[in-house]
T-cell receptor, first 114, second 109 residues
Framework: NAGVMQNPRHLVRRRGQEARLRCSPM?????VYWYRQLPEEGLKFMVY????????ESGMPKERFSAEFPKEGPSILRIQQVVRGDSAAYFC????????????FGNGTRLTVT | GQNIDQPTEMTATEGAIVQINCTYQ??????LFWYQQHAGEAPTFLSY??LDGLEEKGRFSSFLSRSKGYSYLLLKELQMKDSASYLC??????????WGAGTKLIIKP
């Protein structure tokens, strides 16, 4: 049973370009979470999605950032017109529908904006 | 507001025991999780407590007191590979996870 799959593992973008980060949850998991982490800092919640629905996006910046989890295919975190401050590790986690289930994390995408 | 407090950094000796504390104030409570995160890697699930008391899992144990808003993670027979950050997270009344900033544990030989 494959774990949470994220790709790419590393992504380099120039300022102003777009970054697309993909996440395939574990089999049987219908809940997806995106977190951002700066070096030596804790996880910062960004968005919580279920299939075709954004449940909580209270941690998402209002501009340039968007997320989706379509009926078919992976969840996508999209960052438009990236700036140097977007450089971070972005982790995706998934969980089954049961409440109070632990989250399982992917290996993350390290985004570097040059 | 909601917050989770845990020490920023702790140091311990190989073979010893260390206790990492976590205090929380959240709107409601539906369980507390501990995760381990090695530098540059993904967090991995260690334990879940929803009732008061101690949960033991090999060298690691986790304790919860809901009335005190308090938990600890106890690591015994420390090994060098236990050097990592340990994250405390509480699930609130809306089943949303509130995360602490993590405790960096440094193990010395």
């Amino acid at each position: 049973n494959a774990g949470v799959m994220q790709n790419p593992r590393h992504l380099v973008r120039r300022r102003g370009q777009e970054a697309r980060l993909r996440c395939s949850p574990m089999k049987g998991h219908s809940h997806v979470y995106w977190y951002r982490q700066l070096p030596e800092e804790g996880l910062k919640f960004m968005v919580y999605l279920q299939k075709e629905n954004i449940i909580d996006e209270s941690g998402m910046p209002k501009e340039r950032f968007s997320a989706e989890f379509p009926k078919e295919g992976p969840s996508i975190l999209r960052i438009q017109q990236v700036v140097r401050g977007d450089s971070a590790a972005y982790f995706c986690a998934s969980s089954p529908p049961q409440e109070s289930s632990p989250l399982h994390f992917g290996n993350g995408t390290r985004l570097t904006v040059t | 507001g909601q917050n989770i407090d845990q020490p920023t950094e702790m140091t311990a000796t190989e073979g010893a025991i260390v206790q990492i504390n976590c205090t929380y104030q959240t709107s409601g409570f539906n369980g507390l999780f501990w995760y381990q995160q090695h530098a540059g890697e993904a967090p991995t699930f260690l334990s879940y407590n929803v009732l008061d008391g101690l949960e033991e899992k090999g060298r690691f144990s986790s304790f919860l007191s809901r009335s005190k808003g308090y938990s600890y993670l106890l690591l015994k027979e420390l090994q060098m590979k236990d050097s990592a950050s340990y994250l405390c997270a509480v699930m609130d009344s809306n089943y949303q996870l509130i995360w602490g900033a993590g405790t960096k544990l440094i193990i010395k030989p």
